[in-house]
């Protein structure tokens, strides 16, 4: 049984940074597990920590609406414009089941087909270059491939424009951390200043394509229709960046967390090594147990009681996980990483009407990934301290040293 630490505050990135929430959720799950977070500026948000209320609260969205954006605080907005009702991921129905429709045209099959070719390529040469050099940062110079491909497929832009927007995005993700630039301007005006930059990029695409709209991204929301009326500029423009922000820093993360865990427990990785039908089932535990998208954010549209709390209309909820994902009630051995793990429900693709669209493109990510190290036959090891992205949103490695050690595996 966890011990309560002091103060339970989720918006303490250092937590994360430390890797010490896992204790502070095993706490909140047995003893308060509908949590009311007050934060040092005074507001104050409920957190679902416990498995079963995280997919009530994700299958209800008559009460919990996704109108204030995925991410405390309101990350896609600011006073003057807002994403609310018109990107995908900010919209509740009856608008979001249209965009959900028309964004569908994108995640298709045959999409699909080109990010597997683009990720194959791009991962096969980034593992050669590390093979070359004797190892690499993997969260810098191998993971990125993974969005680089599926941009490519799915936006139908360049290798070099793909990395540009992919440093825009892990810029925009990274807002709280120095890495990611100078933390001396308010959060809020950082925020919005790296949006007007990725709007700029989607801006010039977008005009670019005006003439002859192809079949990617940009061309399905320039010939979409929505009663008869095309997608306004802006609507375009964000439901771009929700795939950009989406796609872009997920896959890579999850990869990251995947290669940590795998490098710390050699008795998996080991495992996998030898059981090469073993790569899908590893990818869903890499996802569970990264769970690279912390949390959710909803807002109550009504008073509820909920798990035995009284949540008024306009709290925000927010709905953990990364808690549901250690839920010892639904995964036995919740703290042990196993790839062999079956069943595994993860919510890490969330659940519900806005469950991940992405998800089959990541997963199919990871696995050309995973096994194009397996063809590689390399033996893998850690060469130096990982390093952590200064954020309770979205959980990630930005530093992660590995060589290809002597002998083979
Ligand atoms: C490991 C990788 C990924 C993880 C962990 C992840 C996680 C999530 C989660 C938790 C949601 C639900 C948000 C909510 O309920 O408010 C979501 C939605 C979404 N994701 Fe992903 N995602 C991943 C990969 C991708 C990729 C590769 C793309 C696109 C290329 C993408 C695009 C989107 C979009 C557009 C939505 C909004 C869907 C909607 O609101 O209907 N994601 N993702």
Not at 4 to 15: G, Q
Not at 180 to 196: K, P, T, W, Y
Not at 253 to 280: E, F, I
Request: proline share 4%.
């Amino acid at each position: 049984m966890a011990t309560r630490p002091e103060v339970i505050d989720l918006t303490d990135v250092d937590m994360f940074v430390r890797d010490e929430h896992h204790d502070a959720f095993s706490w909140l799950r047995a003893n308060d597990p509908v949590y009311l977070n007050r934060t040092v500026d005074g507001d104050a948000f409920w957190a679902l920590t416990r498995y079963r209320d995280v997919v009530s609260a994700y299958g209800d969205h008559t009460t919990f609406s996704s109108s204030g954006g995925a991410m405390l605080g309101g990350s896609f907005r600011n006073e003057t414009d807002t994403a609310s009702g018109r990107m995908l991921v900010a919209s509740d129905p009856p608008r979001h089941r249209l965009l959900r429709q028309i964004m569908h045209q994108v995640f298709s099959p045959a999409t699909g087909e080109r990010v597997q070719e683009h990720v194959r390529s791009l991962v096969e040469k980034a593992l050669s270059r590390m093979e070359k050099n004797g190892g690499a940062d993997f969260a810098t110079d191998v993971a990125p491939e993974l969005p680089a491909g599926a941009l490519m497929a799915i936006m139908g832009v360049s290798y070099e424009e793909a990395h540009h927007l992919i440093g825009l995005t892990r810029r925009m993700l990274g807002y709280r951390d120095p890495a990611f630039g100078d933390l001396g301007s308010d959060e809020r005006v950082r925020l919005a200043e790296i949006q007007a930059e990725i709007f700029e990029f989607f801006d010039d695409l977008v005009r670019s394509r005006r003439r002859a709209p192809g079949d990617d991204l940009i061309g399905v929301l320039l010939r979409a229709r929505i009663n008869a009326r095309p997608l306004d500029d802006e609507e375009i423009l964000y439901n771009c960046l929700n795939v950009a922000v989406g796609g872009n820093e997920t896959s890579s993360y999850s990869a990251c967390s995947g290669m940590l865990a795998l490098l710390n427990d050699p008795a998996q990785l080991r495992l996998l090594w030898k059981t090469p039908d073993l790569v899908d089932s590893a990818v869903g535990e890499i996802l569970r147990w990264s769970s690279t998208n912390a949390y959710v954010q909803r807002v109550a549209l009504r008073d509820v009681e909920f798990a035995g709390k009284h949540i008024g209309a306009g709290d925000v909820v927010t709905l953990w996980n990364v808690s549901a994902n250690r839920d010892e009630d639904v995964f036995p051995r919740a703290d042990r990483f196993d790839i062999e793990r079956r069943p595994n429900r993860h919510l890490s693709y969330g659940s519900g009407i806005h469950r991940c669209i992405g998800a089959v493109f990541a997963q199919l990510e990871l696995s050309i990934l995973f096994r194009c190290l397996l063809d590689q036959g390399a033996a893998l090891e850690l060469a130096g301290e990982p390093e952590r992205l200064r954020s309770n949103f979205i959980l990630g490695i930005t530093r992660l040293p590995i060589r290809l050690a002597g002998g083979g595996r």
